[in-house]
C-alpha cells in the first residue's frame, strides 16, 4: 500500500469514529458530555484500526513458478 493511501485511510477512520462517537454522545442527550462508556470502546478500536492500516505490508508474490521438479 502506498503511503497516500495509508494517510487517507487514517484520516478516513479518524473522522468515521469522531462522528460516530458524537452521534453516541448525542443519543445520550445534554446530560453526557462523553456519551458514557462508548468512547472508551471506540478511541482503542479507531487507534487500533489506523495501527492496523500502517503495519499492513503485503508481501510481493512472484509470478513465475521456479521451482524444479525431480522426476526420479
Known amino acids: 500500500m502506498r503511503v497516500m493511501t495509508k494517510v487517507l485511510l ?12 458524537t452521534l453516541i454522545a448525542q443519543g445520550m442527550g445534554n446530560r453526557a458530555s462523553t ?12 487507534i487500533a484500526g489506523i495501527v492496523a492500516v500502517w503495519r499492513y505490508n503485503p508481501e510481493k508474490k512472484e509470478e513465475q513458478d521456479k521451482h524444479t521438479l525431480n522426476k526420479n
Request: glycine residues 20%; hydrophobic residues 55%; aromatic residues 16%.
Open 10 to 21: 487514517s484520516i478516513a477512520i479518524f473522522c468515521g469514529g469522531t462522528m460516530f462517537v
Open 35 to 46: 456519551g458514557g462508556i462508548g468512547p472508551f470502546i471506540l478511541y482503542p478500536a479507531i
